[in-house]
């Protein structure tokens, strides 16, 4: 049955709203999918908490086994998954399998590590609870909402739904209006791989208030993807309900090319770190700060490498097209105002439709547009700087701070740098490495966000922790009643004085 079909079949009611999802290059409809209503959401958080509690009961290997299986759905339909993307949000089919087996190993981390992190265990009472066994383990909220993004529509959700589910969630998914077919492809594998828990992994899709209703139906814990503006929205939606957010908001990530680096090395990974996807990445990199000892060479070869891109939707083609169309109007802004503002462009600037052709700026005014702001486009500001100081100092006063790179060949000088930048992730001598790192967490501070997924932090994120003490034996004296001693206090006081006082 075809997709747009499937997508007719699931609409029941022909009175329910619908949208049709487009691909970008040709405009040919991909699905019509419903608009799902308040009721309709709230229904389905409800199915999700039922889900919830069969779900969590299964234990840690009950529920990795059944990951395992949905991993391994995933693995063997990888080209048609990333067929999908492809028309869907029109990024190269290379990189969209690239997006699906980076999603899959999360997958199969998550799952495997969920024990170890979130089981039951002992810690050391301390001095003033000797008498007592202390416990700590981490209980599932229940369920989980994602509001996922369309720029990475396998990948980035799957950091909420991989991590939320091993911990022993229900989730309930809104994927982007931009790509809901990705998201109903993925809660129908998960029902045919996971068929005694199908409830546990829903999709709802729709528009923005589609997403509104799932902030407000109750659910444990809201893990968003998507914009500043739009995060504030999401957060006051939740905020009736006192509903905790995770919230992975945009980037304006920063290389910094020291005078040491390998040049060579540096503006590949700058112009892939830039370009691919479109520049779609908000851990893509859009500002570089390089010495002036290398400036020159580092621009000479940026300018080079990019000269040979092409955008495009055939199979030679380097990035597709930009998924939505007003985000052209932001690359078009961005590129106007920084020339405006007495930058100029060493490459590309130019707008054809939906495609926008690899863009660099030089001389580009810290105050502009370029700058400042998420562009979300294949466009990449160079700027000269004294030393790697000035490149840090230039990279923190950005409100983001999501993620950037570090270019050096000291390994102590990049690690010094990488650990000053503010910012949630830092790669050295790469870009976006992080990111592939099930155990590291991903994450920004700022305007970049707040919460973590992935790794170890990534599967807390969606827990309460639980902390229970046991009373293994009784003291003589029981300072935690009113039948204590009056000599009680002045003894406790020498004794913490004797452990804990000569430390000045």
Not at 167 to 178: F, L, R, Y
Not at 204 to 211: P, Q, S
């Amino acid at each position: 049955m075809a997709l747009a079909q499937q997508a007719d079949a699931s609409l029941g009611d022909r009175s329910t709203p619908t949208f049709a999802s487009t691909d970008p290059a040709s405009g040919a409809v991909v699905g019509v999918f419903p608009v799902r209503d308040e009721a309709a959401v709230r229904a389905a958080v409800e199915r999700a908490r039922t889900a919830a509690e069969r779900w969590a009961g299964l234990g840690f290997d009950g529920r990795r086994r059944r990951l395992a299986a949905y991993r391994g759905s995933l693995a063997r339909r990888v080209h048609e998954l990333a067929d999908l993307v492809h028309r869907e949000n029109g990024k190269p089919h290379a990189d969209a399998v690239l997006e699906t087996t980076l999603a899959v190993d999360h997958l199969a981390w998550a799952g495997a590590h969920a024990r170890t992190v979130l089981g039951p265990r002992r810690v050391s009472p301390g001095l003033l609870a000797a008498n007592h066994a202390a416990y700590l383990e981490y209980q599932p909220l229940g369920v989980v909402g994602v509001i996922g993004p369309w720029n990475y529509p396998v990948f980035t959700p799957m950091g909420s739904i991989a991590y939320a589910l091993a911990a022993g969630n229900a989730v309930v998914v809104k994927p982007s209006e931009h790509t809901p077919a990705v998201g109903e492809w993925l809660a129908a594998a998960w029902r045919a791989a996971v068929p005694d828990a199908a409830d546990a992994l829903q999709v709802v899709t729709g528009l923005g208030e589609t997403g509104a209703a799932l902030c407000r139906a109750g659910v444990g814990k809201l893990a968003f993807t998507g914009s500043a503006a739009t995060g504030r929205r999401v957060m006051a939606a939740c905020a009736e309900t006192l509903t905790p957010v995770l919230m992975e908001l945009g980037g304006k990530d920063a290389m910094i090319v020291d005078d040491d680096a390998d040049v060579a090395a540096a503006a590949d990974a700058a112009v892939w770190g830039a370009m691919s996807n479109a520049g779609q990445t908000c851990i893509g990199i859009e500002r570089v700060y390089a010495t002036e000892r290398v400036y020159d060479a580092f621009v000479a070869e940026v300018t080079a490498k990019v000269r040979g891109l092409r955008p495009g939707s055939d199979d030679a083609a380097a990035y597709g097209p930009m998924t939505m169309p007003g985000q052209t109007d932001v690359v078009r802004r961005h590129v106007a105002d920084a020339v405006a503002a007495g930058g100029r462009v060493a490459t590309g600037g130019t707008v054809e439709g939906r495609y926008v052709a690899p863009t660099v700026l030089l001389d580009v005014p810290e105050t502009s547009a370029a700058v400042r702001e998420e562009t979300f486009g294949p466009t990449l500001t160079v700027t000269r700087v004294r030393n790697a100081e000035e490149a840090l100092e230039r990279t923190n006063a950005n409100a983001h701070g999501l993620a950037g790179a570090v270019f050096s060949g000291s390994r102590a000088r990049a690690m010094d740098l990488a650990r000053r930048m503010r910012s949630g992730m830092t790669s050295v001598n790469s870009v976006l490495t992080f990111a592939s790192v099930p155990a590291l967490p991903f994450g920004g501070v700022g305007e970049s966000g707040f919460g973590r997924i992935h790794g170890a932090d990534g599967l807390r994120e969606f827990t309460r922790a639980k902390a229970i003490t046991r009373r293994r034996f009784a003291l003589p004296v029981d300072l935690m009643s009113f039948g204590r001693p009056a000599s009680a206090a002045d003894a406790l006081a020498r004794v913490v004085g004797l452990v804990h006082g000569r430390h000045r």
